[in-house]
C-alpha cells in the first residue's frame, strides 16, 4: 500500500476512534434532547411514552441480574428513587424553584452515580450490596428531614445562587447542584483518562440526560425528569450490552478481534480472499523461562504489530498464541509481500527483559522495545492460504492456512509458506 494511502487509513482510524467515543450515547441524548423540544414528535409517539420508563428499567433489571452487573442495578435504583421523590413533591407538593428536595437530589445523585463509578463491582446481595443498600435509604431519610426543615440552614445553603444566572438561569438547580455535577464529572473524566472503561464511558454520559432531567423541574410540573432520567438508563443499559459483545467478540489480552469475530467475518466474505495463520515460535519455552506474565506482553506486542499489517490485512487473534489476517479481494501471491515484510518487523523488534523493582521482596519484569536488558527472542511463522477451486469454503481455506503454517514450522520457523 502506498505511503500516502497508509497515512491516509491512519487519519480514518484515528478520527473515527474519537468519534466512536460518542457512540452511541451522543446519538442517544440528541434523539432525546430532539423529543423534547418537538411537540409534533411528542404527539407521535404520546401512546408510547408513558411506557418508556418500565421498559428501560425493566430491561435493565434483567440484564444486570443476568450479567451480575450490582453498579447498573444500583444506578436503576438511585435514578428510580430520585424520579419517585421528584414527581411526588413535584406534583403532590408544588415544589418551588428552591424546594430543598430537588436540590438535595441534585447534589447527592450526581455524586452517587461517580461514586459507583469509581468502584467495582461489588455484588448486591454480599455485604457490599447490603451497605449500599443502607447509604442509599440512608440518603433517601435525609431528604426526607430536610424537606422537613425547609426553612433551616441547611435548606439555605442548597439553594444558593451565586453563579451568574444568564449562563445559569434556564436551570432548576441551585449552586450546589451545579457542583456537585462539575466535581462529580470531574471525578469520572478522570478516572476514564487513567483507566478507561467502558461503564465509565457510559456514567459520565449518563451525567448529561440526568442533569438535564433534574433541571427541567418546575413548580408544579415536573417537566421531562422522567424523560431524561429513564434515558440516563438506558445508556447505562445499552453499555452492558456493549462490554458483552465486546467480551464475546473483542479478545481482552490484545485488543484484536476474537475467534468469533473472525469466523463471522469469513462467512460474510465473497469472491477472492486470503487467510494468513500466525504463530509465535517457541512462546511455550518463553512461558517457561520467563513466566506467563512476560508471555502475555509478548502476544500483545505481536498483536500491536499484526495491527499495522500492510495490503489491507484485518488481524484476529484465533486462540492460544496463534493469530489470523484476513485479506478480502486479494490471491496469496500479492499479499506475501506484506506478510514477509510482517515477519520481518517482528524479527527486527528488540523485545527486551528488564526487571524493575517496586519492593525489597518483589520485582516485576517488564517487557520492552528500547533500554537496557535481556533480550528476547521472538519469531512468528507464518501459513497462506486462498480461496480457489480446491478450497471453496472458508473453513477449508483455514484448514489449507494452517497446513502451510504446519510446514512454516516444520521448516525452520520464522519464515512465510503458501
Not at 441524548?29 to 408513558?50: F, G, S
Not at 445562587?161 to 456537585?180: E, K, V
Not at 455535577?181 to 471525578?187: H, P
Not at 511463522?381 to 477451486?389: C, T
Request: proline residues 5%; hydrophobic residues 50%; contains cysteine.
Amino acid at each position: 500500500m502506498p505511503r500516502a494511502a497508509q497515512q491516509a487509513t491512519h487519519h480514518y482510524e484515528a478520527v473515527w476512534k474519537v468519534l466512536s467515543y460518542g457512540l452511541p450515547e451522543a446519538p442517544i441524548i440528541l434523539a432525546a434532547l430532539i423529543y423534547t423540544h418537538a411537540k409534533w414528535l411528542q404527539d407521535l409517539v404520546a401512546p408510547l411514552a408513558p411506557f418508556f420508563p418500565y421498559a428501560v428499567f425493566g430491561a435493565g433489571v434483567l440484564l444486570g441480574w443476568r450479567f451480575h452487573r450490582s453498579r447498573l442495578l444500583f444506578a436503576l435504583l438511585l435514578v428510580t428513587l430520585a424520579d419517585r421523590t421528584l414527581l411526588y413533591f413535584a406534583v403532590g407538593h408544588d415544589l418551588a424553584r428552591d424546594r430543598v428536595v430537588l436540590q438535595a437530589i441534585g447534589v447527592l445523585l450526581p455524586l452517587n452515580l461517580a461514586a459507583l463509578t469509581l468502584t467495582a463491582e461489588r455484588g448486591v446481595l454480599t455485604p457490599p450490596g447490603l451497605a449500599r443498600f443502607a447509604l442509599v435509604l440512608g440518603q433517601l431519610a435525609l431528604v426526607a428531614i430536610l424537606d422537613r426543615e425547609a426553612a433551616g440552614a441547611t435548606a439555605a445553603l442548597l439553594h444558593t445562587r451565586l453563579l451568574p444566572q444568564w449562563l445559569f438561569g434556564w436551570t432548576s438547580l441551585a449552586d450546589p447542584a451545579l457542583l456537585a455535577f462539575f466535581v462529580a464529572g470531574g471525578l469520572v473524566a478522570a478516572a476514564q483518562l487513567m483507566s478507561p472503561t467502558q461503564t465509565g464511558r457510559s456514567f459520565a454520559w449518563a451525567l448529561i440526560p440526568t442533569f438535564f432531567g433534574l433541571s427541567t423541574v418546575r413548580p408544579g410540573n415536573p417537566g421531562f425528569s422522567t424523560f431524561y432520567l429513564a434515558t440516563a438508563a438506558l445508556i447505562l443499559i445499552v453499555a452492558v450490552a456493549e462490554a458483552s459483545y465486546h467480551m464475546a467478540y473483542q479478545d481482552s489480552l490484545t485488543g484484536l478481534p476474537a475467534r468469533r469475530a473472525l469466523n463471522e467475518a469469513l462467512l460474510r466474505l465473497g469472491g477472492q480472499y486470503t487467510v494468513a495463520m500466525l504463530d509465535v515460535d517457541h512462546f511455550k519455552r518463553i512461558n517457561d523461562h520467563h513466566g506467563h506474565d512476560v508471555g502475555d506482553q509478548v502476544l500483545k506486542m505481536i498483536a500491536a504489530k499484526l495491527a499495522q499489517v500492510g495490503g489491507g490485512g484485518k488481524a484476529y487473534r484465533y486462540g492460544g498464541e496463534e493469530f489470523a489476517v484476513i485479506f478480502a479481494g486479494r490471491g496469496a501471491e500479492s499479499c506475501l509481500p506484506d506478510l514477509e515484510g510482517l515477519r520481518q518487523t517482528v524479527d527486527d523488534t528488540r523485545f527486551i527483559l528488564r526487571a524493575r523493582f517496586r519492593s525489597k521482596k518483589k520485582k516485576e519484569k517488564v517487557l520492552t522495545d528500547r533500554g537496557p536488558g535481556q533480550r528476547v527472542p521472538v519469531t512468528i511463522s507464518i501459513g497462506v492460504a486462498e480461496k480457489n477451486e480446491r478450497h471453496t469454503k472458508w473453513d477449508q481455506v483455514v484448514k489449507a492456512a494452517d497446513r502451510a503454517l504446519y510446514r512454516a514450522k516444520e521448516g525452520g520457523r520464522n519464515q512465510v509458506q503458501a
